[in-house]
């Protein structure tokens, strides 16, 4: 049963325009969000992070924005330049008890950004 | 400089042989976690560990075990390696149980069982 969707596999953007990525959650539990990046032949890498006693957070060119109320939360970078072109998964912590620390992921969408 | 290393970086093994895949991490993090990654799948939790000698299940535990006999290591090992298991393997910590951080991945390992 997956708890964070990612429902769309890839996006296309031209350079210089906004790339929006979305991802929902079925967890109330969940109070902690975040974005991973991985290129090819890496590891993810953590991008952003939100609590879910906000509803925005910024850092340069990407923000994240939570609805709770709507259990989504998305993820906007302006302007996209082609590095980063990358897949993109979200993820969510909380949850209380023994599973507290332990992240949920989702699928992953795949971002291409074009000249 | 901390940091999370994983080896080998690639694997070949014949069905039904026991491999076991290191991971190792200096940061001092408490919580360490093995994904596995799959077109079509995502990351997907197999096991992870929230302290020394401590170990949990996660969603595709079945044919996976870990040990954790200290902080800085949480090695996976595949008991009898099926062809199902062929996948990129990916190691993870964070800090501990109780604070929403980041994990931080290593650079993982390609597996592949012929």
């Known amino acids: 049963d997956q708890q964070v969707k990612q429902n769309s596999p890839s996006l296309s953007v031209q350079e210089g325009r906004i790339s929006i990525l979305n991802c929902d959650y079925t967890n109330s539990m969940f109070d902690y969000f975040l974005w991973y990046k991985k290129y090819p032949a890496e590891g993810p890498t953590f991008l952003i992070s939100i609590s879910s006693i906000k509803d925005k957070n910024e850092d340069g060119r990407f923000t994240v924005f939570l609805n709770k109320s709507a259990k989504h939360l998305s993820l906007h970078i302006v302007p996209s330049q082609p590095g980063d072109s990358a897949v993109y998964f979200c993820?969510?912590?909380?949850?209380?008890?023994?599973?507290?620390?332990?992240?949920?992921f989702g699928r992953g969408t795949q971002l291409t950004v074009w000249p | 400089d901390a940091e999370i290393t994983q080896s080998p970086r690639h694997k070949i093994t014949e069905t039904g042989r026991q491999v076991t895949l290191a991971c190792h991490q200096t940061?001092?993090?408490?919580?360490m976690f093995w994904y596995r990654q799959d077109l079509g799948h995502g990351l997907r939790l197999i096991h992870y560990s929230y302290g020394v000698q401590d170990t949990n299940k996660g969603e595709v535990s079945d044919g996976y075990s870990v040990s954790r006999s200290n902080t800085e290591d949480l090695p996976l090992t595949l008991e009898s390696a099926a062809s199902s298991q062929t996948s990129v393997y990916f190691c993870a910590s964070s800090l501990d149980q109780g604070a929403n951080t980041e994990a931080f991945f290593g650079q993982g390992t390609r597996l592949t069982v012929v």
């Open positions: 940061w001092n993090h408490n919580n």
């Open positions: 993820a969510a912590s909380g949850g209380g008890g023994s599973t507290l620390g332990r992240l949920y």
